[in-house]
């Protein structure tokens, strides 16, 4: 008995959310991801991947600007980051694409793959933090185990090996095979040892009294499956970016969301933009903003219409050869010029359709408005 | 007050200084080779060489890139030959390139789709399969700028 009283002290289960809710958004979501991505190669052309960027990472990166510029005390905690940042970053990125692609291009890549395993290091934070568990410096720990583990993704996973490859010749580095086994190798030894350690600093943790919180390995496994099976098990960017994408942008939303609502409820801040749409019932609200935002951005960027519907509705597609006629195959400017057509002129005809009926002076309802 | 406060400043803007100082680090580096090597297209999706599609199928013989790179080697050199020697260099192209499409049939890769439509038509197959391939390529990809692949074939002078 007494064995079990100290077994179960070992454990202390802390959610980010609550217990149902962390299942569907953090444990649940990665498997959900992973079957998405292999829906999307099986079902769907290449396009996909950009309609995931648009509906659910560029709506992310909208959570990011309501989350940072929302509200008034974290503004001005962070003020002069908020404001002179964003114009370094453009700056940098027209001078970078314009004179230094390639690195401009590694620059995007690797933040990019930072910015994912951290925000998964800062989940695996939280959850420590929700079950007060951990030691002082788990923290140190878990940033190196999530550092350790997704670099040994990188280097390691035949999707990723064949990228830095590429990138080491693209800067004259001809690595060989013998090369890239040891680069392996290297990887391999790295983790089995960094793995020793991190069981020795649990191990050493437990002993000295301080609970472990399962959940946050259970998030950890989460993630990890999906980054690895996908890069391990596929042979497409396509897969990765679009499973990848999608834990990463919806958990990102997700927090966001609930940050914000708990910020407005505990703050007593009840009115403006963040008060509204983060009130209870109002999840549609906050969507709904977010993909208008979505959509607004791929008009102003200049992207195809394809991408708002996952390249199943595409209008560039030529026509076939009718060979019965002699008619030979339609080229995708021709079909876009008569889907052009086709816009402007319903336009028009929708526009006779509704003035048949909506402008009738024998109506009451419309002698009101005269 | 005035050097506490630039202190202060320096700390927060940390990290983005590190990040753009290495990147002016390596951009710097970037712009001298291309100076240097101003001849040599530059882009992630250049063939770069036959050593590094080999290597690439060294590692894994089924590999999506390593056969589609070896067909764009064998593309080129049938664009640069006649005759007979053109007509193996086109059916070997063919032949990397379906084996890349048999790993992977909808991948990021849009010259695989595009070349492979330009492959069709200069080999005279029935009008179904090519409509197929540029239907692949445009489905797949309706952003291209790559023109219609007969127009490519036009202007490259190349013979069907």
């Known amino acids: 008995m007494r064995f079990f009283h100290s077994l179960a002290s070992m454990f202390r289960n802390g959610y980010i959310l609550s217990w149902r809710e ?9 498997f959900l991801a992973f079957a998405a991505a292999h829906g999307c190669k099986i079902w769907l052309p290449a396009v996909a991947v950009a309609s995931v960027t648009l509906w659910i990472t560029v709506p992310h990166q909208f959570a990011t600007w309501i989350r940072a510029y929302g509200f008034r005390d974290e ?135 301080y609970p472990v919180n399962p959940q946050k390995y259970i998030f950890l496994f989460a993630s990890y499956f999906l980054w690895y099976s996908l890069a391990w098990q596929t042979n497409s960017f396509l897969v990765y970016a679009i499973g990848s994408k999608l834990m990463h942008g919806i958990q990102y939303i997700v927090i966001v969301f609930w940050y914000i609502r708990r910020k407005v409820e505990r703050t007593q801040v009840r009115t403006g933009l963040l008060a509204s749409v983060t009130r209870p019932g109002n999840v549609k609200g906050f969507i709904l903003l977010s993909l208008c935002y979505a959509a607004v951005f791929n008009m102003v960027v200049g992207r195809g219409l394809e991408e708002f519907g996952f390249g199943v509705v595409n209008f560039t597609v030529p026509y076939d050869n009718i060979a019965e006629l002699g008619l030979r195959s339609m080229t995708y400017v021709a079909g876009f010029d008569l889907y052009s057509a086709a816009l402007i002129q319903s336009m028009g005809l929708i526009h006779y359709y509704f003035d048949s009926f909506i402008w009738k002076v024998r109506d009451v309802n419309i002698q009101k408005g005269l | 007050m005035n050097k506490i406060r630039f202190l202060d400043v320096l700390k927060r803007f940390s990290p983005l200084m590190v990040i753009y100082g290495v990147l002016l680090v390596v951009a710097s580096y970037e712009i001298r080779s291309q100076n240097q090597t101003s001849g040599r297209p530059i882009g992630i999706q250049t063939p770069l060489s036959p050593e590094f599609s080999r290597l690439l199928l060294q590692l894994d013989e089924t590999s999506h890139e390593g056969n589609f790179l070896r067909g764009i080697e064998a593309f080129e050199l049938y664009q640069e030959t006649r005759g007979a020697q053109a007509a193996e260099y086109l059916q070997r192209s063919r032949h990397f390139f379906e084996l890349a499409l048999k790993v992977s049939k909808r991948e990021d890769r849009e010259e695989l789709y595009y070349y492979y439509a330009i492959i069709l038509i200069l080999m005279r ?36």
């Open chain 1, 22 to 30: 962390d299942m569907v958004w953090f444990v649940a979501l990665p």
């Open chain 1, 75 to 209: 503004f001005s905690q962070w003020k002069d980051r908020l404001l002179v940042g964003p114009i370094v970053i453009f700056g940098m990125s027209l001078l970078g694409l314009k004179y230094a692609p390639l690195t401009t291009f590694l620059l995007v890549t690797l933040w990019d793959h930072q910015h994912s395993l951290m925000q998964q290091y800062g989940f695996s934070r939280i959850y420590d933090f929700k079950g007060r568990s951990g030691a002082p410096s788990t923290g140190r720990f878990d940033l190196l185990l999530n550092w350790v583990l997704f670099i040994h993704l990188i280097v390691t996973a035949p999707l990723f090996t064949e990228l830095w490859v590429r990138e080491a010749y693209n800067w004259g580095i001809e690595i060989g095979k013998s090369g890239v086994e040891t680069v392996h190798f290297v990887s391999w030894m790295m983790v089995t040892v960094y793995g020793a350690i991190y069981v020795y600093h649990v191990v050493k943790s437990l002993w000295n009294g």
């Open chain 2, 125 to 160: 197959e029935p009008p179904k399969a090519i409509d197929q391939a540029v239907r692949d390529w445009k489905s797949n990809f309706p952003r291209s700028q790559n023109k219609d692949p007969r127009i490519y074939i036009s202007e490259k002078g190349l013979a069907p």
